[in-house]
C-alpha cells in the first residue's frame, strides 16, 4: 500500500539559533516564503494557518519561517532590549540583537527589488492592496516585528528598512501587523484562492470597494434579494454591481472616489 503524500512541507517552523551549522538548510523551499523575525514565534502561523492561507501553505504554495529573536540576544539571558537613550518610558529592541537576526534572515534571499525588508510600524507608508500586489510579484519578504517603544533607528538606517504601518492606530507588537499584511499578500498568489474569490472584483481592486453581497434564502425577515440578481440578465447585473460599487465607495470613501477622478 502506498501512503498518501504529506504535505506538510510548507507549515516549516524555522527556529533559528545563530550557528552556522543551523543555517545550512535555510533557502526557501517554497516559491514564495516570507520570513518573520520576532520576539514571539509562537503567535505564527495563527490565523495564516487556517482556511486559503492554510491549505495554501501546506501545498507548498508558499512558506512561512520564523526567527526567533531571543536567541541572538546578550549575554546569559539573551537579553534583546534596554532603556531609551536620552531616557523615557520601555525599552527599545537592541540594534546589535536586530543586526544579527537580520544577516541570517538574509542568507538565501535575492536582492531587494524582489524580497523587500520591512519594519512593521506605526510611523511607516500605510500598507494597501498596491503593496500587497508589489510583495506577492516578488519572491517573498522579510518582516521585522517590534515590541516595547520599538527599535533601535541605526538598525533601520544601516539596513535600509523599509517602515510599513497597517494603520494610524498603535499596537503593542508588530506580529497582528505581519499577519495581516501576509495574509493580503499570500492569497495574491498564484493558485491560493482556486476559483473560491476572484482578486480582480474585489474591494480596491479597481480603487472602488464591493458592491453588497447576497446569498441564500432569497427572502429573510422581510427582506429580499434585490431582484435584479435573481434575474439572470448579466448585464443588468453587472450594471447593477457597477452603480451599487460606485455608490458605496462614492460614500464612505471620498478619498478613494476622489482619485478616481469622477465627478
Ligand atoms: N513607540 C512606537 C510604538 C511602538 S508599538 C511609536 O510611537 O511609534 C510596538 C511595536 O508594535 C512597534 O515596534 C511595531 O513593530 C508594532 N506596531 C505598533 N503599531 C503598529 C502599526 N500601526 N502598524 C504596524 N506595526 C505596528
Known amino acids: 500500500?502506498?501512503?498518501?503524500?504529506?504535505r506538510s512541507h510548507g507549515r516549516l517552523r524555522v527556529s533559528l539559533t545563530p550557528q552556522p551549522s543551523d543555517l545550512m538548510d535555510m533557502r526557501p523551499a517554497a516559491p514564495w516564503t516570507a520570513k518573520v523575525i520576532t520576539l514571539f514565534p509562537e503567535a505564527f502561523?495563527?490565523?495564516l494557518g487556517l482556511s486559503l492561507t492554510?491549505?495554501?501553505?501546506?501545498l507548498g504554495l508558499w512558506g512561512l519561517e520564523t526567527i526567533a529573536l531571543r536567541p541572538f540576544g546578550e549575554g546569559k539571558h539573551r537579553n534583546v532590549d534596554d532603556t531609551p537613550a536620552g531616557g523615557g518610558a520601555g525599552m527599545v529592541l537592541r540594534a546589535d540583537v536586530l543586526g544579527r537576526a537580520l544577516d541570517v534572515a538574509a542568507i538565501g534571499t535575492p536582492g531587494r527589488a524582489d524580497w523587500p525588508v520591512v519594519y512593521l510600524s506605526p510611523r511607516g507608508r500605510p500598507f494597501d492592496q498596491a503593496t500587497a500586489r508589489r510583495w506577492a510579484g516578488g519572491r517573498g519578504v522579510t518582516l521585522l516585528c517590534g515590541?516595547?517603544?520599538g527599535v533601535d533607528q541605526r538598525v533601520l538606517d544601516e539596513y535600509a528598512i523599509d517602515e510599513v504601518s497597517l494603520g494610524d492606530f498603535v499596537l503593542t507588537g508588530g506580529e497582528i501587523a505581519a499577519q495581516a499584511m501576509l495574509d493580503a499578500t499570500v492569497r495574491l498568489l498564484p493558485g491560493v484562492l482556486g476559483n473560491a474569490?476572484?482578486?480582480?472584483?474585489?474591494?480596491h481592486a479597481a480603487g472602488l470597494l464591493e458592491h453588497p453581497q447576497y446569498t441564500r434564502p432569497s427572502e429573510?425577515?422581510?427582506r429580499a434579494i434585490p431582484p435584479v440578481l435573481l434575474s439572470g440578465n448579466h448585464a443588468e447585473i453587472e450594471k447593477w454591481r457597477r452603480a451599487e460599487a460606485e455608490r458605496i465607495t462614492r460614500d464612505r470613501r471620498p478619498d478613494l472616489w476622489a482619485k478616481?477622478?469622477?465627478d
Open 1 to 6: 500500500m502506498t501512503e498518501p503524500p504529506k
Open 45 to 47: 502561523p495563527g490565523t
Open 54 to 58: 492554510g491549505k495554501a501553505m501546506d
Open 147 to 149: 515590541r516595547f517603544e
Open 197 to 203: 474569490a476572484s482578486t480582480e472584483e474585489e474591494s
Open 220 to 222: 429573510w425577515r422581510g
Open 260 to 262: 478616481l477622478g469622477r
